[in-house]
Nanobody, 114 residues
């Protein structure tokens, strides 16, 4: 079973940018959909952005125009470029893949200071 490992989280000031990476231990071609979710303290996990194998994507209203999801099938990696970060973006960000089975990464913490 493919495993997902997120990286790129950290502490950033409001207005800054950061790129998260989700590296798969195997091919991501088997996953029709890959996505980023996030969970803030005391809140439910929510979808941030998703991308299908054909390249179409969708975003939460709260991040539209600021975040961009992309996938590099050759590198078995999915990215989340985050610009104009806000304190309310602070959360643990999780990578998710859905194909014949689903798999979650362990998460990476993003903290945006005001």
């Amino acid at each position: 079973q493919v495993q997902l490992v997120e990286s790129g989280g950290g502490l950033v000031q409001a207005g800054g940018s950061l790129r998260l990476s989700c590296a798969a231990s195997g091919s991501i071609f088997s996953f029709n959909r890959m996505a980023w979710y996030r969970q803030a303290p005391g809140k439910q996990r929510e979808l941030v952005a998703g991308i299908f194998i054909g390249g179409s994507s969708n975003y939460a209203d709260s991040v539209k125009g600021r975040f961009t999801i992309s996938r590099d099938n050759a590198k078995n990696t999915v990215y989340l470029q985050m610009n104009s970060l806000k304190p309310e973006d602070t959360a643990v960000y999780y990578c998710y893949a859905l194909g014949g089975y689903s798999v979650w990464g362990q998460g990476t913490q993003l903290t945006v200071s005001s």
